[in-house]
């Protein structure tokens, strides 16, 4: 848990002017692995936006990539 205080207060100190909660700037920063990543690229783009930052490009990967090991 003192880790995720450190994250947290590390963030603040970072970014005062994010306008979100700083759980979710936590959260952004290492989503659980069974969260689809697009969602998350949602907001990160919409928190970047707030700071006037280049935001995150989406890139459509299309194909067969072979059979699952």
Do not use: C, F, K, Y
């Not at 290492?30 to 890139?59: C, F, G, K, Y």
């Amino acid at each position: 848990m003192d880790q995720v205080d450190d994250d947290l207060t590390d963030r603040a100190a970072l970014h005062p002017r994010a306008g979100a909660p700083h759980l979710i700037l936590s959260r952004v920063a290492q989503p659980p692995p069974r969260l689809h990543p697009l969602p998350v690229v949602d907001l990160a783009n919409e928190i970047l936006a707030r700071w006037d930052r280049p935001l995150i490009t989406r890139t459509a990967l299309e194909g067969n990539l072979g059979p699952v090991p």
